[in-house]
């Protein structure tokens, strides 16, 4: 007779798995990504590739030869950073850059905590801080999407900018747009917005969405409350003034949509309460609407989201789950 | 829209592969072992000694205690011996082994005439003896005292009498095909239960996937009617815990720590009120049951009557013989089960099932760090946070963990079939519940 093998219950799984995870992110990104190499050109594709092999490799390196470990990079995660990276950087900024940011993101920001699920804060946003605040130079010089034209990348400013020459010059925010309402749509397309790589295109991004939720890969509490919570505290504020900028503008523009559903929703530094994820979500609407208009920075949804990352154990401590009785 | 639990659950793969195969009588096997302890509660007592000749339904073990049940032959024959012998719990257990001479049953054991009748005839306290008397206890696994269940305690108040036929556990159709080919017995046990408990209102739960079952079920309510109700549920895992079954066909919450009763309820499985049907009418103990043998590999899936004490090894053989690749063997579902060590474990009166899982599917992946991806929370019928409750337990906060309401879990097992990351969440829960458990006891 042959052994039995004996273990606890249950005696079957689901199927699901990690990679099951990370590999509906990459799909789910593929969208945004065909539409920054639309409108950036190689560029896109040049900071992209260079960015996911550095956070591989590096990601490599340190399992391999620091903890001499099996390594893990099949995961998909590291994958995920790298691109993630590459999303949040200008299409022209040096290459070594991009690497460096790379070696912040993994290095730092996850290997250093013990690797994918340990880590506190999103790694490629503390990639993407480290290069922003270490070379705000290269960080915010971005260049004005011309697709595969061969000539010079023009250089402008993101629209955010305006959000602040508003406040400061009292002017209707709308009449310092370019095309005025019309531009929003170009917002919601991407053609012709000078920005990072992912946030060129706010429907590609939103294709992505959907198709997260369908594979329930995330489920939509967390980019919803950020939405709403931005739609909210902006349009308050558009309300009483008009040179603060219009709910619909704070949504496309920028890096909301790409830190709302991809960024934000990372599963490890993200609450596990639904009551945690609206909280969290809330707290990054509004911080990202408070830095935008009256904080240094143009944009703020990176350190909005750093800063709730850092809540999120506190979170959790105190959102629990709705109990069954 | 079709009821169910609110939170959590999940839709493992039904693989209800026996539930066209009608019941079938499982030959007698030449020698049975039957457990002293088949049920939470004291042990019974041996009233056999090696060498006693006894009939079918003879009482070989009294209850020994409130909460304690009495263990009958199944067999008529010779005691071979009354040993220790490790039954499916992977304990050993004091059993009396039993060499099978013919199927001669005791004399007080019949089939009577016009069943319902007893429904008059006899009182409350007269069902209740004769139930205890039989040795039903809980056939849906938990194997709890069903004498026990219907005395509720002086102060509460019964209500409503559920009927448990969810069967959610996939793989099994014992209960399943015990609607389908026993409704009229199981609707006259289910009143008797009724009057037993003094209650008005009984409702059957029934999954959906069970269309035969729930017609069946309706079909005979409509004759018999009074108070009972067939309730048809939105399939989903696990539908069959107390506590969910509650809650889907009648919207109450029993609360942390409490007892259905609480809240006027009390359920039972329709494998225990057939039992209780036949302990009524005929006086038969429980010494007999039906089994589901199944899984992939297996040649014949089907459904068993089967003596108590019968070896594993005799249901699969009956089934087709144990495949080649077979990896585990389990006692139950493959959700809640227990796997064998050996095919020589017995059937005993909780056992509802028996699957063979082929080796490719029996082996667990290593596991890996949790990625906090917060399916365990999303999955959790109770509402608790399984990934906290692990690292609880590794950790051995036992007073967090209790805090964090490790006594809740059910153990259903939906957190560790949805992890992605492989985790063994329910081991490690469960170890820290009898470390909470303990915790407790040394409080008192």
């Given at each position: 007779m042959n052994t039995l093998i004996v273990s606890p219950s249950p005696h079957v799984h689901g199927g699901d798995s990690i990679e099951r995870n990370m590999y509906g992110v990459l799909v789910a990104l593929l969208p945004a990504l065909f539409c920054s190499v639309f409108f950036f050109g190689w560029g896109a594709l040049r900071v992209t590739i260079a960015a996911v092999a550095s956070t591989v490799l590096f990601e490599y390196i340190i399992q391999r030869y620091l903890w001499r470990q099996p390594v893990a990079i099949k995961d998909g995660s590291a994958i995920i950073t790298g691109v993630l990276l590459a999303f949040n950087l200008p299409s022209t900024i040096p290459l070594w850059l991009v690497v460096l940011g790379a070696l912040v993101a993994i290095g730092v920001g996850k290997m250093s905590f013990g690797g994918l699920g340990n880590n506190i804060f999103n790694p490629a946003l503390v990639g993407r801080v480290f290069l922003l605040i270490s070379f705000p130079v290269q960080m915010t010089t971005w260049p004005v999407p011309n697709g595969f034209e061969t000539t010079d990348a023009v250089t402008g400013p993101t629209p955010l900018v305006l959000v602040k020459q508003a406040l400061r010059t009292q002017k209707p925010f709308a009449e310092l747009l370019p095309g005025g309402e019309h531009s929003l749509l170009e917002l919601g397309t991407g053609s012709g917005v000078a920005g990072s790589l992912g946030e060129i295109s706010a429907f590609a991004l939103l294709l992505g969405f959907a198709y997260l939720l369908l594979r329930r890969v995330i489920t939509w509490h967390v980019p919803v409350s950020i939405f709403l919570a931005i739609a909210l505290f902006s349009g308050v504020l558009h309300w009483s003034n008009p040179a603060y900028a219009s709910p619909l503008f704070h949504l496309l523009s920028g890096g909301v949509m790409l830190g709302a559903i991809f960024m934000a929703t990372d599963y490890v530094t993200s609450p596990m309460s639904r009551r945690g994820m609206w909280i969290y979500g809330v707290g990054i609407g509004v911080l990202t609407i408070v830095i935008r208009n009256f904080g240094a920075y143009p944009e703020g949804m990176s350190f909005a989201i750093l800063i709730m990352n850092a809540c999120t154990p506190l979170i959790n401590k105190y959102c629990k789950p709705k109990r069954f009785a | 829209m079709l009821k169910t639990f609110t939170l959590g659950g999940i839709h493992p793969p039904r693989e209800k592969l026996s539930s066209g195969s009608a019941i079938t009588p499982l030959p007698l096997p030449e020698r049975v072992s039957i457990p002293l302890s088949q049920h939470i509660g004291a042990p019974a007592l041996p009233l056999v000694k090696k060498g006693d000749r006894v009939k079918v339904g003879q009482l070989i073990g009294e209850a020994a205690g409130f909460i304690s049940a009495n263990v009958h032959s199944s067999v008529s024959g010779v005691v071979l011996n009354v040993e220790e012998a490790v039954d499916a719990s992977g304990y050993a257990r004091l059993a009396v082994v039993i060499r099978v001479e013919g199927d001669?049953?005791?004399?007080?054991?019949?089939?009577?005439?016009?069943?319902?009748?007893?429904?008059?005839?006899?009182?409350?306290?007269?069902?209740?003896?004769?139930?205890?008397?039989?040795?039903?206890?809980?056939?849906?696994?938990?194997?709890?005292?069903?004498?026990?269940?219907?005395?509720?305690?002086?102060?509460?108040?019964?209500?409503?009498?559920?009927?448990?036929?969810?069967?959610?556990?996939?793989?099994?159709?014992?209960?399943?095909?015990?609607?389908?080919?026993?409704?009229?017995?199981?609707?006259?046990?289910?009143?008797?239960?009724?009057?037993?408990?003094?209650?008005?209102?009984?409702?059957?739960?029934?999954?959906?996937?069970?269309?035969?079952a729930i017609a069946k079920m309706r079909e005979a309510v409509a004759k018999h009617a009074l108070g009972i109700k067939v309730c048809p549920l939105k399939v989903k895992y696990p539908q069959g815990g107390e506590k969910q079954l509650i809650e889907a066909t009648t919207g109450r919450h029993v609360p942390s720590g409490a007892l259905p009763i609480s809240v006027g309820v009390v359920v039972h499985n329709v494998g225990t009120v057939y039992a209780a049907y036949e302990a009524i009418t005929m006086h038969k103990p429980l010494v007999e049951r039906v089994v589901t043998v199944t899984g992939k590999s297996l040649a014949r899936p089907g459904n068993y009557l089967c003596r108590v004490g019968t070896p594993v090894a005799c249901l699969i053989e009956a089934a087709g013989g144990l495949p080649g690749d077979t990896g585990k063997v389990i006692n139950g579902g493959p959700m809640m089960g227990k796997a064998l060590a050996s095919t020589d474990a017995v059937v005993t009166k909780g056992t509802s099932g028996v699957l063979v899982i082929p080796v490719g599917e029996a082996l667990r992946k290593p596991y890996r760090d949790c990625i906090r991806c917060t399916r365990c929370v999303q999955v959790c019928p109770m509402g608790l946070e399984p990934y906290l409750l692990m690292t609880l337990g590794e950790y051995q906060r036992t007073g967090e963990l209790e805090r964090e309401r490790v006594m809740d879990c059910i153990e259903c097992g939906a957190c560790s079939f949805a992890c992605p990351a492989y985790r063994p969440l329910l081991d490690v829960i469960r170890l820290g519940k009898s470390r909470v458990g303990q915790m407790i006891k040394s409080r008192k």
């Open positions: - | 001669e049953w005791d004399d007080r054991v019949k089939q009577r005439e016009s069943p319902d009748r007893y429904l008059s005839a006899y009182s409350r306290e007269e069902m209740l003896s004769a139930i205890q008397a039989a040795g039903v206890v809980g056939m849906g696994g938990a194997t709890f005292p069903t004498r026990v269940k219907l005395t509720p305690p002086t102060g509460s108040r019964p209500e409503i009498l559920i009927v448990n036929g969810a069967e959610c556990e996939p793989f099994l159709t014992a209960d399943h095909r015990l609607m389908v080919e026993r409704g009229r017995e199981l609707l006259i046990g289910t009143r008797f239960l009724m009057k037993a408990l003094g209650v008005e209102q009984a409702i059957i739960g029934i999954e959906n996937n069970k269309p035969d």
